[in-house]
């Protein structure tokens, strides 16, 4: 099973993401300063990224005039506004309890059917089918790095912190760009302006470029604004998932535009998180690009979806 790329008038191919790591190695990755360069046409990527959206707009156009866009950033403004420090410490304390449910990775997958997500101005399809055009999107591409393949199926599935029995959060506490909190705002963050009513902006302890952190201090260290990224995060971690640092990485930041894709926020990286965000990187380009209107035949990839859960998870997890 291939991802079907929508008929792309200006199709562009990938020169920077390669399948360069052919060999098995899931839990030992070798990122060293030569890290995946194109050495000729034949290893070019299979996956075609379209340049423009479903809704014919480029991809993350904030600023473009339509009803869609008028309810995104109506998301951004209420997101501001109330993602604090002390609002982001209490859901992690209230999440880390993971006493929601218990259920399988794959359980998850399809609780998503009925998800969907108002942050996103290029994406209205049920979030199940997000999952696994990224995740075949990327597979093509890198056919031997299977915890890639599984890190892209899962990467989304904190979502469900919009359904009840998960708390229903509001959409601004669930998806979006994330951004640290406890220091100031980047600039590069979409709709900054809303910020301004942020309560932090006015406390001198969280105000400043470094605010509670300290450089260099590592994004370990550091509190994101609360979302699907640091809740899946969480529930991998705490259930002993075997994924390789990278993959666990790439869920956690992976809403973290203002550093993935603008370098804000780099003083409080550390060199593993350097090293990690190169990871980031190649999987950006499937997360945003695969959105469309083709959707993958759930039960045809499956199986071998379940086989990588198996690898990695174990069968029933605490949510
Ligand atoms: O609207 C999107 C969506 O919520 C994604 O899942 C998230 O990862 C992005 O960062 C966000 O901008
Ligand atoms: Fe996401
Ligand atoms: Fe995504």
Same mark, same amino acid.
Request: hydrophobic share 20%; aromatic share 4%; proline share 5%.
């Given at each position: 099973m291939t991802i079907l790329v929508e008929q792309i008038p200006f199709g562009s191919q990938f020169d /920077?993401? @390669?399948? #360069?790591?052919? +060999?098995?190695n899931t839990n030992e990755l070798v990122l060293d300063g030569g890290f995946h360069q194109p050495q000729n046409d034949s290893q070019n990527s299979l996956f075609l990224a379209p340049e423009i959206n479903s809704f014919g707009h480029t991809f993350r156009n904030y600023d473009e005039e339509s009803e869609r866009q008028k309810g995104v950033e109506e998301f951004y403004r209420l997101q501001h506004i109330n993602q604090t420090y002390d609002f982001v410490k209490k859901m992690r304390e209230e999440y880390k309890k993971l006493d929601k449910a218990e259920m399988s990775i794959w359980e998850c997958c399809e609780l998503l059917n009925d998800v969907v997500d +108002?942050?996103?101005?290029?994406l209205d399809e049920p979030q199940i089918q997000h999952l696994l055009q990224s995740a075949e999107a990327i597979r093509k591409d890198y056919p031997n790095e299977d915890w890639l393949h599984l890190t892209a199926l899962i990467h989304d599935l904190g979502k469900i912190l919009l359904l009840p029995k998960f708390g229903e959060l509001p959409q601004w506490a669930v998806v979006g760009d994330t951004f640290p909190v406890g220091c100031a705002f980047d600039e590069? !963050? #979409? *709709? *900054? @302006?809303?910020? &301004?009513?942020?309560? /932090? #902006? &006015? !406390?001198s302890a969280y105000n400043t470029k470094n605010g509670v952190y300290t450089e $260099?201090? $590592?994004?370990? !260290?550091v509190m994101m604004s609360w979302g699907h990224d640091d809740y899946m995060c969480l529930v991998a971690e705490e259930n002993g998932a075997t994924l390789p640092k990278a993959g666990l990485f790439i869920i956690r930041y992976h809403s973290f535009y203002p550093l993935h894709k603008e370098n804000a926020y780099t003083h409080l990286m550390n060199e593993q998180d350097f090293e990690n965000l190169k990871w980031l990187h190649v999987f950006n380009k499937y997360d945003l690009y695969s @959105?469309? @209107? #083709?959707?993958?035949d759930v039960e045809e990839v499956k199986p071998y979806y379940l086989s990588l859960i198996e690898k990695y998870f174990p069968a029933k997890l605490r949510w």
């Open positions: /920077d993401t @390669k399948n #360069v790591h052919s +060999e098995n +108002e942050s996103d101005p290029d590069s !963050n #979409v *709709h *900054h @302006k809303y910020f &301004k009513d942020n309560p /932090d #902006v &006015k !406390n $260099g201090c $590592g994004l370990d !260290n @959105k469309s @209107k #083709v959707l993958v």
